[in-house]
């Protein structure tokens, strides 16, 4: 099965799951303060130990020591979205505190919730650890300019706290152990891997609880949203997988970053912000998550076939 289909097949799965939390929500199952355990549960221990877990069980030390490239990969694109999203932003009227909300939405794809399994279906071996690598830098600049941007004037310091979290001792915690030569015991890696493998599926459905719970019909009329879909799920990551053509990376490490930059709008974004700007964040998740159903089998399909 090429990139493709394997790719498609996951967006399958995430409309069952968003559907399922949308269909909860609906029931009453599920309220907005029962989602909350729901991420908590995900972002602390879930995606950790699925990053653990892929990373401890796929990945060589060989790859470990060559997959540097991606850091200043990483580092280039997030300077880049930040440019581009102010100028994005200017050319669509926003304006306020709204423009550094709109570039926070640029910037940050949810990586955790739909990077992860999008990547380790495509590339079992070495997908999670590129994706890993990738995180470093995107946990640096969401809990410095993340923060910034989305904190109320006046404040958004710099916490080098916030930098150690689960999913950073995790990513470092199965470096370690790889250079070492060090592997868990079976019993053990197994069970940290089915719990790590609710982690998407629970994701997802949080997600659907989420859209089903927001009022975001306001915000589906604000076209610099679109502009997200246009310009950063679509346009940068042909740019991006071009560019590093050229610059002869391999194969599977261009579509893995050009993926990882058409990601849509990172959920935690909505957590981030004050009350008032809640509802215009999730009108940037909902309007860039269904729009990715599309956005990223084209993407692929593009780049595979042209």
Do not use: H
């Amino acid at each position: 099965m090429n990139t493709f289909w394997i790719l498609l097949e996951q967006m399958e799965l995430f409309v069952v799951y968003i559907l399922a939390g949308v269909i909860l929500v609906k029931t009453k199952v599920l309220n907005k303060e029962a989602l909350q355990p729901i991420a908590q549960f995900v972002l602390k221990m879930g995606l950790p130990l699925l990053i653990f877990t892929n990373i401890i069980n796929g990945v060589e030390k060989e790859v470990l020591f060559r997959s540097g490239s991606i850091l200043v990969t990483a580092f280039l694109l997030y300077i880049a979205l930040f440019l581009i999203s102010w100028l994005i932003a200017y050319v669509c009227g926003v304006r306020g505190k709204q423009v550094e909300i709109y570039q926070t939405m640029n910037i940050f794809g949810n990586i955790g919730f739909m990077g992860i399994p999008i990547i380790t279906s495509i590339y079992p071996e070495n997908g999670i650890l590129y994706v890993s690598v990738f995180t470093i830098v995107d946990q640096l600049f969401l809990w410095t300019l993340g923060v910034k941007l989305t904190a109320p004037e006046g404040e958004g310091k710099f916490n080098p706290k916030k930098l150690i979290n689960p999913a950073s001792v995790g990513i470092v915690t199965a470096m370690i152990l790889i250079i070492i030569g060090i592997r868990l015991p079976v019993p053990l890696n197994t069970g940290l891997q089915k719990i790590g493998s609710t982690a998407t599926p629970l994701a997802m459905i949080y997600l659907g609880g989420l859209f089903a719970c927001s009022n975001i019909g306001s915000c589906l009329k604000r076209i610099e949203l679109y502009g997200i879909v246009i310009v950063k799920m679509m346009i940068v990551p042909l740019v991006m997988y071009w560019i590093l053509k050229q610059l002869g990376m391999a194969e599977d490490i261009r579509m893995t970053m050009s993926l990882i930059a058409g990601m849509p709008v990172m959920a935690s974004v909505a957590m981030m912000v004050k009350s008032s700007e809640s509802e215009y964040a999730m009108g940037g998740i909902f309007v860039t998550t269904i729009s990715s159903l599309i956005t990223l089998p084209l993407i692929c399909f593009i780049l595979q076939n042209f």
